[in-house]
């Protein structure tokens, strides 16, 4: 059983749409994050998340709503897509706040057009 | 500066060899580090977890933290084929620091190839 899974594993959409991605840990871990790796293959924190309460991270423009129905789900909404949210999206898990270390899904990857 | 400084590469070495990875970085408040595996077009896999400074050990896999220096490094004895990925080093501040909501402060990654 993968223990943190992404879908969809590809997205292709044209720039002004709005798309989700979602991310679900059987893990039973409390803490969920959304990270970006962009073209260069960097991988940069977006937004953590703690027993469905978000942490805000600053400096993520606010087209880009994470939402957590339970503290197994993380999604993330992304509203009027532009050509710079191409990159590859990874959700992680770690046991809490507070433990180390963090397990990775495979990615969604985002094409805008 | 930034904050965790990697090689990029491409790395390439025989099958057998011994490989050595590393990365720097400049805040003292990272407490817990993390060495990844990432395949292409995979998520990042993790391979080494350690606290604070020390050695650790785990199959042909070695994880060394020198916080005096602010050095960490991996080595891979044995290498074999299948360790041709991108090997990406991560770091958090300790929890009481707000560690978790940082979230890992990640290297950009070594591009390893080991030739048959």
């Known amino acids: 059983d993968t223990a943190v899974s992404q879908t969809p594993k590809y997205l292709v959409t044209q720039m002004g749409n709005d798309k989700s991605i979602k991310c679900e840990q059987n893990?039973?871990?409390?803490?969920m994050y959304w990270y970006k790796q962009d073209s260069k293959k960097f991988l940069k924190i977006m937004f953590s998340y703690n027993n469905k309460e978000l942490i805000i991270n600053e400096t993520v423009p606010n087209r880009f709503s994470p939402k957590s129905p339970d503290k197994a789900h993380l999604n993330l909404h992304i509203n009027s897509l532009e050509l710079g949210d191409s990159a590859v999206y990874f959700c992680a898990s770690s046991q809490d706040l507070a433990s180390q270390p963090q397990h990775f899904g495979d990615g969604t990857r985002l094409s805008i057009l | 500066q930034k904050e965790v400084e990697q090689d990029p590469g491409p790395l390439s070495v025989p099958e057998g060899a011994i490989v050595s990875l590393n990365c720097t970085y400049s805040?003292?408040?990272?407490?817990?580090f993390m060495w990844y595996r990432q395949y292409s077009r995979k998520g990042p896999e993790l391979l080494m977890y350690?606290?604070?400074?020390g050695n650790k050990e785990d199959g042909r896999f070695t994880a060394q933290v020198d916080k005096s220096s602010k050095y960490i490094s991996l080595f891979i004895r044995d290498s074999q084929p299948s360790d041709s990925a991108t090997y990406l080093c991560?770091?958090?501040?300790?929890?009481?620091?707000?560690?978790?909501?940082?979230?890992?402060?990640f290297g950009k990654g070594t591009h390893l190839i080991i030739q048959p």
């Open positions: 893990l039973g871990h409390d803490t």
């Open positions: 350690t606290y604070s400074s």
């Open positions: 991560a770091m958090i501040r300790a929890p009481y620091s707000g560690g978790g909501a940082d979230g890992l402060t």
């Open positions: 805040n003292s408040a990272f407490q817990y």
